[in-house]
DNA sequence: ACCCATTTGTCGTGGCGCAGCACAAACTAG
DNA sequence: CTAGTTTGTGCTGCGCCACGACAAATGGGT
């Protein structure tokens, strides 16, 4: 049984929109299951071949797949390989962070057309000369893309901070140091309104990175981002879970320790007290350690712990356990209310994780009530700080999957090979 | 923009599930927002007057919608009135607890039609003797809908525990004490294939009572249900939130006080062993105290209760003030966490709620980082013990809303009347 | 009492999109 | 080289909604 979805603001259906939703999903099919025949993909979308034949004409004029090679049966004439072409849309990110600024494009097929970073320490400049650095590096992306003559098709922007989507204000960003900031006016004033801007949570956009579109395994995704501060987003049935006002995925301020240390927002015993980088290296290192030399870069100095664990030193795994311990414990509240597939560590939580693992995975095995940790498994994001933007620009892409239509037919371009 | 929903098993759409989508429309919102002409429903739906009537028409020839009447305007021809018509079909709920078996019918009005319980002790009798009467309840709620001319257009069965959806399948019900039940089969075993059944978890369902389809405002909700044991369910954008295995939701055991006391489950420091049942009566009497009598009902001991913290009495009100400062704790971490409208307070938590309320917002809003607890309202259910039940019937008539030739055209009754 | 503006509901026509069917094209197996 | 199989593309038909026209039903003004 099928029916349009019914939460935005009740508009009907026409001719119009069946067109959209077909065209999407032999477009989201293709991406979740790769290249493949119209008559494959018609059996497995229950139309009909000269339906599907239509549709995948239109995609064409639009410029969103492309025919590909012959593709051999057992007998019988072979079908011709449908796949999604990236040369005519890229969806955008960006990322407001506390020490960067960066941007990044993903195109119809997943893969990066173009990235860019610029360190920044937000806390000296005003918001409008960070945004003014965001712009300009928002605009070297899309120079870059036409340059390949490719269309962004929409820009997303992840910012630390709670965010207000309907008016995209950021309306609270304590570690960046905002409040009530208009971000999206601020952008389309840079910008122009050639694609649409949206704002979000970072780390919505992270946990929308890790999950994978079409994977059943994949649509139920916790992120929890380490660094000073903690913080994560949820995806839950392919979808980011931003709550009411979209003020989801705060885990960092949760209590575990009513008795314990105070945290840099005021309360006492916030998670990220327990699991955040300065927990991390109070245990692990004395003041004069270098490896909490502010000096040096974050990077490095999670490579020297993790050096001195490799050489199993003591104080750095007992370090490690003990930070791991609480790092499961917050896990396993969150698995029992959640039930994620998957628990994905980012930020420093991946670059020491490999020797969390074992006090993470068996705090969790101990703390959830559905046997065998209602099969959530704990694994290291791969994909660093560009999980935002990566997050970002899918979403972007997400407007393109849901309706192809929203991409222009190209003009036809008479024997254009290439 | 819209498009058809894709998370379900792809499969094409054609005019069949056009036609399905809009008849869903128009059924919704005379749920969503009450009677109306069709000229207004037109308007709302960005339809054709035309359109909407031919609509119109095939709902009310299935019995789902009947014509009511005038609705005089400022000026013009005055219109007809459409309205939902709750004598074709209704909704079916059972719930499967530790101390009762219940049932509910539901219009699609959302009147209750028929509603059935019978006190048992789950423990005191096999599963399939349990199933037994819970399937007697549920002819008995049958017999009643046939002897209004009703169809029963499906039973959904919440069931206190772990609930495998796809298998239909109890896996792990510790206060039951049920594993691994078949309950999908056995009861259709004993009820036949009259109509669909659907096993869920109680909170889930509980939840879903609480949210109200179509009101922004109730989109987002969390029902945090008391007893012995502390259960609960989360809808999120007006859908249960299940997580991968069907196990989200279980919220007494996330624990809160790892130094704490040893929870029924076997680990230490649960929050249900700060904020269940037991730790209330532990903290507000002796053990010789009438309110710990097993022997007396636990609505009159909790009234009881609320009697004394009326009169003032000071121990009465302390062991309310700090059950309710945990159980704002609690509240607290899951509000971070999932940011939503309202946490709805149900089991033993409203009957006491009333008294513990002041703790538990001042918790609420000391420990959530968003500004103002993120918009997060505490409320007592009104619900009672029919939360569950409720919470089916109203699943099982969605089915309809979401496809209305799910339900079939009656015979042209020639100028009957009544 | 009568006319007019306004609103409602219905009917007929047209366009669009998919299903069903037929058919040519392209291949394998023997 | 033929038979059998599979693919992709026309063509026709049907269902659904948009659009425009029209009759019906009302209130307000004269």
């Not at 959830?368 to 620009?393: I, K, Q």
Request: one cysteine or more; hydrophobic letters at 40%; glycine letters at 12%.
């Amino acid at each position: 049984m099928r029916t349009f979805d019914g939460d935005e603001t009740s508009s009907s259906a026409d001719q119009l929109t069946l067109r959209r939703t077909n065209l999407g999903l032999v477009l989201r099919l293709l991406r979740d299951r790769g290249p493949r025949s119209r008559a494959k993909l018609a059996a497995e979308l229950g139309m009909t071949r000269s339906a599907v034949s239509t549709l995948v004409g239109e995609l064409e004029a639009r410029g969103l797949v492309r025919i590909g090679d012959l593709e051999r049966g057992a007998v019988g004439r072979p079908g011709t390989s449908v796949q999604l072409d990236g040369h005519a849309v890229a969806g955008l990110g960006a990322e407001v962070n506390v020490n960067h600024v960066s941007t990044m494009a993903l195109d119809l097929t997943g893969e990066v057309v173009s990235e860019h970073k610029l360190a920044l320490d937000a806390h000296a400049f005003t918001v409008e000369a960070v945004l003014d650095r965001l712009a300009d590096l928002v605009r070297q992306t899309t120079a870059d893309l036409t340059r390949r003559g490719i269309d962004p098709i929409g820009l997303t922007v992840g910012v630390a901070g709670l965010v207000d989507r309907e008016r995209g204000w950021l309306t609270f960003g304590p570690n960046l140091d905002w409040q009530d900031v208009p971000v999206h006016e601020l952008l389309r004033d840079r910008l122009g309104e050639a694609y649409p801007i949206t704002v979000e949570n970072e780390g919505n956009l992270a946990a929308l990175a890790e999950a994978t579109p079409g994977d059943r395994d994949r649509q139920d995704v916790l992120v929890l981002f380490g660094e000073v501060g903690v913080g994560g987003g949820i995806v839950a049935e392919g979808r980011p879970l931003r709550g009411r006002q979209g003020y989801a995925g705060e885990f960092g301020h949760m209590i575990v320790e009513p008795q314990g240390r105070r945290c840099g927002c005021g309360r006492v015993g916030c998670w990220e007290t327990v699991v955040g980088l300065r927990a991390l290296l109070d245990l692990a290192a004395d003041p004069d350690d270098q490896v909490r030399d502010p000096a040096m870069a974050i990077d490095e100095r999670l490579a020297e712990l993790n050096r001195r664990a490799s050489l199993g030193d003591t104080r750095t795994l007992d370090a490690l356990a003990q930070v791991g311990g609480w790092l499961g414990l917050g896990a396993a509240m969150l698995a029992n209310a959640l039930n994620p597939a998957a628990i994905v560590l980012s930020g420093y939580f991946a670059a020491v994780g490999e020797h969390m693992r074992p006090a993470i995975e068996s705090r969790l095995r101990d703390g959830v009530l559905a046997p065998d940790a209602g099969g959530t498994r704990v694994e290291l994001s791969t994909l660093g700080f560009t999980a935002a933007v990566r997050g970002g620009a899918g979403l972007s892409l997400d407007r393109v999957f849901a309706d192809p239509t929203s991409v222009e037919r190209r003009p036809v371009a008479a024997g254009a090979t290439r």
